[in-house]
């Protein structure tokens, strides 16, 4: 039977190349794994079928001249069943946690594989540095490999460094400050990323960033991509990143279009899922400036102004957390456990409650339904009075609005 195509279909067709990829659904006790041969996750069916692992191998397909496959060969390399629950169960849930307590802040941050096949987040926690900052803190969520992820993690704070130290010092007290050093570390790293990868897959390779300063005064974010900072005040969630970078966003939409790009089924040419990135130079032409990349490495900044008294904590978190919760029921699920530590005579906050309650959090995800890597860090100011409150600033996050 021969299908007839729309005309601006064939116009995309013929100017692309066609790649013939799989879909693989295992099913295991109480869950179904889905895989595919592609480099890259795709969304079919109302699953997320996620790039293979090294434990699984698709061989090419028998096609006719109708594209319609015949037979596929799916080899689990030296695996039995077994092998597949104990991959279900030992990188799903295991954890690698960090915490630590200085100034007025107790933090805990945690990892998770989850159901990918590999673990490709990182993050950075800087409890001292140049200038007036009292911390930087940052969340990347890695994508088509490992490197641009890990890259960031190594540099950024390098970065910063050195770009402080060429300023001057009245660009160093100037409201301004941080908002400029994490725009010009961005690019600078994103730049860097190219430079230094030895492989085509290490360019192609991508990260999210999220990142996070403070002073006395105010929070500064920046962010590229979907992950984000939270704020909790009172009990109520406060987005510090005030939007993922989506390509089906109107303006992100419009500058991926007008620079020859364009979105389908709400992805960069088809295939990323976020309109910002570091790397992912397979979307960047680097004989043209980067304000012309499909792709964006340049964040967007956001400040607030803190509030000694009613601000309670900071969540920094990747989309395997925000896929499954809003802003609202992470800081409420937080908070509520958080709060506990009150009861009694227990009066302080202790890095171990916080690795307790982050890690429940994600477990928390995890059961919700979360198919992704998943990474949250917790920043608790302990001087703050409302997280001490007793009654007082209670949200049900059933009944408020999410933000």
């Known amino acids: 039977m021969t299908r007839e195509f729309s005309n601006s279909l064939n116009s995309y067709l013929a100017g692309n190349t066609l790649v013939e990829v799989t879909l693989v659904s295992i099913a295991t006790t109480g869950s179904t794994i889905h895989f595919t041969s592609a480099p890259f996750d795709i969304n079919f069916g109302g ?45 799903i849930i295991n954890k690698d946690v960090e915490s630590g307590e200085f100034q007025d802040i107790v933090y805990a941050v945690s990892n998770m594989q989850g159901w990918r096949a590999e673990q490709e987040d990182e993050h950075i926690v800087k409890t001292a540095f140049p200038a007036k900052a009292n911390g930087i803190f940052g969340v990347f969520d890695g994508h088509g490999g490992t490197f641009a992820a ?12 050195e770009l402080s130290s060429n300023k001057s010092s009245s660009a160093l007290s100037s409201d301004t400050f941080f908002a400029e050093l994490i725009k010009e570390s961005f690019l600078n790293i994103d730049r860097s990323i190219f430079e230094e990868a030895k492989t085509n897959a ?13 002073d006395e005064n105010k929070f500064v974010t920046g962010w590229a991509g979907d992950s984000r900072v939270v704020l909790c005040r009172k009990g109520r969630a ?22 020859g790009g364009h979105v389908m089924n709400g992805r960069v040419n088809g295939i990323l899922a976020v309109s910002r990135a570091l790397g ?40 395997g957390i925000w896929d499954v919760m809003s802003n609202q029921e992470a800081c409420t699920f937080v908070r509520n456990r958080i709060r506990r530590k009150f009861r009694g005579t227990r009066n302080e906050i202790d890095a171990d409650h916080i690795e307790n309650v982050v890690n429940q959090l994600l477990d928390h995800c995890l059961n919700l339904g979360s198919k992704d890597n998943m990474t949250a860090m917790l920043i608790v100011f302990q001087n703050s009075i409302s997280l001490r409150r007793k009654g007082g600033g209670q949200i049900n996050s059933i009944a408020c609005s999410i933000l």
């Open 47 to 91: 699953n997320t079928f996620q790039a293979q692992g090294d434990f699984l191998t698709l061989s090419e397909g028998q096609e006719t001249s109708e594209l319609q496959i015949h037979s596929v060969n799916i080899i689990l390399s030296a695996v039995d069943v077994s092998n597949i629950t104990t991959f279900a169960t030992s990188n």
């Open 150 to 161: 890990k890259f960031l993690k190594k540099h950024l704070v390098k970065s910063m460094k």
């Open 202 to 214: 290490q360019k192609n390779a991508g990260t999210t960033a999220c990142v996070c300063i403070y």
């Open 238 to 259: 406060i987005p510090l990143t005030t939007h993922d970078h989506k390509p089906n966003l109107k303006n992100e939409k419009k500058r991926i279009e007008e620079n």
């Open 280 to 319: 992912d130079f397979n979307f960047k032409d680097t004989n043209k400036p980067p304000n012309k990349f499909l792709v964006s490495a340049s964040p967007e900044i956001f400040e607030k102004n803190r509030d000694d008294v009613e601000d309670e904590f900071l969540i920094l978190a990747c989309d």
